[in-house]
């Protein structure tokens, strides 16, 4: 019982936390691939997209925590997320218009995702 609950901490102290900078970055969702942020933004750096499921995106509080603390720590305050669909849920059993955090055991669609750091105007 004793290592359970040392392997509980041990795993609960291992997720990435949101530093104060990083808390300071705003986030947006891109809505649609044309979309850009307001003028006098200025882009830090647009990553490789990487691959992430509904659920991960859906599914906790703050996904892009990890993200957020690296445009901190690159002097910007605006992240641009930008979405593109993979593969739709492939489960009869969890359709679109349900929430995916409803479809215990699902991850729900794939994503193409692109974050793109920006330093805007406050």
Do not use: W
Request: aromatic share 6%.
């Amino acid at each position: 019982m004793r290592h359970c609950a040392l392997l509980l901490l041990f795993c609960c102290s291992c997720a990435p936390t949101l530093t104060h900078e990083g808390g300071q970055v705003a986030v947006y969702d891109a809505k649609g691939p044309d979309a850009k942020m307001p003028d006098g933004c200025r882009l830090i750096e647009a990553k490789p997209p990487v691959t992430m499921t509904e659920f991960e995106i859906m599914g906790q509080h703050d996904p892009y925590r990890v993200v957020r603390n690296e445009v901190a720590a690159a002097g910007g305050n605006s992240l641009l997320v930008r979405k593109r669909v993979v593969r739709s849920r492939q489960s009869l059993d969890c359709p679109a218009a349900s929430p995916i955090t409803d479809c215990p055991g699902q991850s729900g669609a794939l994503f193409e995702v692109t974050f793109e750091s920006y330093s805007c105007p406050k």
